[in-house]
T-cell receptor
Framework: AQSVTQLGSHVSVSEGALVLLRCNYS??????LFWYVQYPNQGLQLLLK??????LVKGINGFEAEFKKSETSFHLTKPSAHMSDAAEYFCAVSDGDSSYKLIFGSGTRLLVRP | GAGVSQSPSNKVTEKGKDVELRCDPI?????LYWYRQSLGQGLEFLIY????????KSGLPSDRFSAERTGGSVSTLTIQRTQQEDSAVYLC????????????FGSGTQLSVL
């Protein structure tokens, strides 16, 4: 069965610094990959998704992620962190047998220091 | 409605009682999901409804859990004889058609079993 690993339950960066949140999935290639974000006291919302085509995907608020099949990774990056980026980020991949079913990682809480 | 609506937002119950959680998806969305988010963990898939098809119940943790979706719209998740380990945030999401589509999440129901 598909599984998702997010390294680091908490990541702390300074405002203006690079944001890198790591996501790895198990060996079978999932059809779809997603990043969702949960801001404080808000519901989860889609940040970006990969389905087919270009492996570098751009999302909202300056975030992007690159699908690397050889590394089974889908890391999320942003060149310059902003205080408003403080939130919890979840990587999700579709299950190979049931592609409608999303398997979520345990989440990474991003802290942005002034 | 404008988004996915869940009620109640908070539910405190005593061990052994039954609870019902309600989800009102976005109008026109044929796919509806229930997930569970426990403290410090990712989202755990519970059940998936797609139109009039038989639901995928593979994520329900025990036979105390059941869900239905009436008229292809509103869904109710029922937990019978609640246990303390059932305490979690129960999230509902809907999407236009399922696989590969963006999920729109509700704000969740925080269930506390005393």
């Amino acid at each position: 069965a598909q599984s998702v690993t997010q390294l680091g339950s908490h990541v702390s960066v300074s405002e203006g610094a690079l944001v890198l949140l790591r996501c790895n999935y198990s060996s079978s290639v999932p059809p779809y990959l997603f990043w969702y974000v949960q801001y404080p006291n808000q519901g989860l919302q889609l940040l970006l998704k990969y389905t087919t085509g270009a492996t570098l995907v751009k999302g909202i608020n300056g975030f992007e992620a690159e699908f690397k099949k050889s590394e089974t990774s889908f890391h999320l990056t942003k060149p310059s962190a902003h205080m408003s980026d403080a939130a919890e980020y979840f990587c999700a991949v579709s299950d190979g047998d049931s592609s409608y079913k999303l398997i979520f990682g345990s989440g990474t809480r991003l802290l942005v220091r002034p | 409605g404008a988004g996915v609506s869940q009620s109640p937002s908070n539910k405190v119950t005593e061990k052994g009682k039954d609870v019902e959680l309600r989800c009102d998806p976005i109008s026109g969305h044929t796919a509806l999901y229930w997930y569970r988010q426990s403290l410090g963990q990712g989202l755990e898939f519970l059940i998936y409804f797609q139109g009039n098809s038989a639901p995928d119940k593979s994520g329900l943790p025990s036979d105390r859990f059941s869900a239905e979706r009436t008229g292809g719209s509103v869904s109710t998740l029922t937990i019978q004889r609640t246990q303390q380990e059932d305490s979690a945030v129960y999230l509902c999401a809907s999407s236009l058609s399922g696989a590969g589509e963006k999920l729109f999440f509700g704000s969740g129901t925080q269930l506390s079993v005393l």
